[in-house]
């Protein structure tokens, strides 16, 4: 039986013989992120979205997410806030002193699905130029760099270069509107942007990388694993090469992470602690024991990282290249903004300033929101905003019975409400268009967007009498004109399913209109972005400043001035 299973296992590669263990691992972590991502963050099932989310997430939707460090901890840094998933952070940096860079060789499901491209590849179309070893083997250390001075001035990058927000977000892009699709139907899934070219195009260099050299991504640019990297100069293990080595040449072969020297010493920042090469050594000559001051003689033994990376011009050189560019990308993403309206966050989103910082882009808010209410923005808030979550009301409206958003961010950008909070965190408000509102107008009665806010539980849209004739007292006449909507302030959260209603009747369905007559508008006043207490509180704070419409309040209180004729 072991021998057939040696055998099997020889067929997939010699990594699987050598090391089965950690294969195993890589397979099950693997699975673990795409159970996540297709069933614990497919949202639907009841309408009771909440729930249905909760009853799935066995472990986080974004555990993955919190065990790359450089997510919360570039975060953190351009926030100047403590992010939650920090504690998560440390751990996996304390499981890298026992076993440095573990988070890469055994669980990074990015890298595991490059071992897979890497193996459908094999030798064939790599240069022979590129090998292990040249200019580009600190690059990552440079980009690291680029991330962190980025993050100290306040711009969060990570997200463009981090390992798991690059494959959670192109996986967004790329396999969740199959999905979407094949599901519930293709023409729910929303039209691409500039940003879906820029993601799958990032995520395909990533992949063709592999035609330099295996794992060349994680090898020589990615800055998650040079974080781990610089951490494992804590490490309290070590590969060595014992006297028994006869220089068979084998354990340089099968390492894919570039970590043994021709002489067949270890460049331990590179180790990943994977072992295999130790299961192809044929005399037992590799070991892994605890770290110690090295002893003379010991054979190939001292000689650990590449001149290119200790030397002192080449490291000068590329940290001031790595400062030119931080402050040059922190400069940039104050880019020109397009949109001359501001986005409409996820409720329990944070003000826009941290926001922009604690956002990593990933994706995963977009991944659980039923009905593709939230989607990615594109460059028209600038480089910035590109990748942003955005309510998007043309497209649907946001579900009173969810709060998935808040609860799969892994740092804080949206904050994790219950449904009672979240059902009063006011996202923007809804504003009537007294101009083309079929009854407003004088066209025809219609209740389509009082009708879907009432069934929404939230009441805040009601009807004046307009258009009609009236008594000799000046009031209207209850059998004259149409009932008109308008919208209470102190109710409306701006959840946008008002305008999506009257988006796909009078527009779409019916072309009465160019565009909804009742939109859903954000910025200051029109929202509510705290970083900590309750949302409640604020909407008791609000009660007793009821305004009777839309509109803005005069000095005693009123609204009749801003009224049309008709209204008054």
Not at 268 to 288: D, H, N, Q
Not at 293 to 315: C, H, L, M, Y
């Amino acid at each position: 039986m072991r021998g057939y299973l040696a055998r099997a296992l020889g067929r997939l590669g010699p990594t699987w013989s050598a090391s089965p263990e950690r294969r195993l691992v890589q397979s099950v972590c693997l699975f673990i992120f795409m159970a996540l991502f297709f069933w614990v963050c497919w949202p639907y099932g009841t309408r009771e979205y909440a729930k249905t989310f909760a009853a799935r997430e066995i472990v986080n939707g974004e555990l993955f997410l919190i065990l790359d460090p450089l997510v919360s901890v570039s975060a953190a840094v351009a926030a100047r806030m403590f992010v939650w998933s920090l504690a998560v952070a440390a751990g996996v940096i304390l499981v890298g002193v026992l076993l440095p860079r573990a988070f890469c060789g055994y669980v990074c499901p990015l890298g595991t699905l490059i071992d897979v491209f890497d193996w459908l590849l094999g030798k064939a179309g790599r240069p022979s130029a590129f090998g292990q070893r040249g200019w580009w083997s600190g690059v990552r250390y440079y980009l690291l760099a680029v991330v962190l001075i980025a993050a100290g001035s306040g711009v969060l990058l990570s997200g463009f270069v981090a390992a798991i927000p690059v494959l959670t977000r192109a996986m967004l892009f790329v396999a969740a509107p199959f999905q979407m699709g094949l599901a519930k139907g293709w023409y729910l899934v929303p039209p691409a942007n500039v940003g879906h070219v820029i993601s799958i195009a990032l995520l395909m260099l990533v992949f063709c990388l592999g035609l330099l050299g295996r794992r060349f991504w994680c090898n020589h640019l990615c800055p998650t694993g040079a974080l781990l990297s610089v951490c494992a100069l804590l490490r309290l293990t070590e590969r060595r090469v014992t006297r028994a080595c006869v220089e068979c040449g084998r354990c340089v072969k099968v390492c894919s992470f570039a970590a043994i020297n021709d002489d067949f010493a270890t460049r331990p920042l590179s180790c990943t602690s994977c072992r295999t090469c130790a299961g192809v050594c044929p005399t037992k000559a590799i070991e892994f024991p605890w770290r110690r001051k090295r002893e003379n003689g010991g054979a190939n033994d001292g000689r650990v990282e590449d001149q290119t990376i200790r030397s002192r011009r080449n490291v000068l050189a590329g940290l001031g290249g790595a400062v030119v560019a931080g402050l040059g990308a922190s400069l940039a993403a104050g880019g020109a903004c397009t949109s001359a309206e501001a986005p409409i966050r996820p409720p329990g989103s944070v003000p826009e300033d941290k926001f922009l910082q604690l956002c990593v882009r990933c994706g995963q808010c977009i991944k659980v929101c039923p009905n593709n209410v939230l989607q990615p923005a594109g460059l028209e808030y600038g480089f910035n905003g590109l990748w942003t979550p955005e309510v998007v009301p043309d497209w649907s409206g946001c579900e009173p019975s969810c709060n998935n958003c808040g609860q799969v961010c892994p740092t804080g950008a949206v904050r994790a409400l219950d449904i009672e909070e979240k059902r009063v965190a006011r996202i923007g408000l809804a504003e009537v268009d007294w101009i083309t509102c079929l009854p407003h107008a004088g066209r025809e009665a219609c209740q389509l967007c009082v009708d879907e806010c009432r069934m929404a539980g939230y009441n805040a849209i009601e009807f004046v009498r307009v258009g009609g004739r009236v008594d000799e007292m000046g009031e209207p006449l209850e059998d004259s004109g149409y009932l008109a909507p308008v919208v209470r302030q102190d109710r409306c959260v701006g959840c946008g399913l008002c305008q999506m209603r009257c988006r796909g009747i009078n527009v779409k369905s019916r072309r009465l209109l160019q565009r909804s007559a009742i939109r859903v508008f954000a910025g200051a006043g029109k929202e509510d972005r705290i970083v900590s207490g309750s949302y409640r509180a604020l909407r008791e704070g609000r009660e007793g400043l009821r305004p009777e419409h839309q509109g803005r309040i005069d000095e005693a209180g009123g609204t009749d001035e801003y009224l049309p004729g008709f209204l008054r």
